[in-house]
Nanobody
Framework: QVRPVESGGGLVQAGGSLRLSCVVS????????MAWYRQAPGKQRDLVAR???????NYADSVKGRFTISRDNAKNAVYLQMNSLKPEDTAVYYC???????????WGQGTQVTVSS
């Protein structure tokens, strides 16, 4: 069973930084595309950032230049460094693993990020 587990959320003031971590068990991690999504109350879950097996990255326009996604295949981990946080970044952040070969998605339980103004 593939199980992503997030950590690192919390409460921070606007302009501050947080680093989210996600460790994945039960999979051949290096074969998975990894991503972070977020969902604010009453809104849909949206892609924040993605990193492919080859290390290519893409970001939502709203976070470009502020957030950085990275992966460590040796640790089965993916990270999201979030700088210059804004109140509109407040959401539950979810780690997602996607195994292209079988079109399989797995989700973590989410971690709350709250940015105060």
């Amino acid at each position: 069973q593939v199980r992503p587990v997030e950590s690192g959320g919390g409460l921070v003031q606007a302009g501050g930084s947080l680093r989210l971590s996600c460790v994945v068990s039960g999979s051949n991690f290096r074969l998975n595309t990894m991503a972070w999504y977020r969902q604010a109350p009453g809104k849909q879950r949206d892609l924040v950032a993605r990193v492919t097996t080859g290390g290519d990255t893409n970001y939502a326009d709203s976070v470009k230049g502020r957030f950085t996604i990275s992966r460590d295949n040796a640790k089965n981990a993916v990270y999201l460094q979030m700088n210059s946080l804004k109140p509109e970044d407040t959401a539950v952040y979810y780690c997602n693993t996607y195994l292209v070969a079988v079109s399989r998605n797995d989700w973590g339980q989410g971690t709350q990020v709250t940015v105060s103004s």
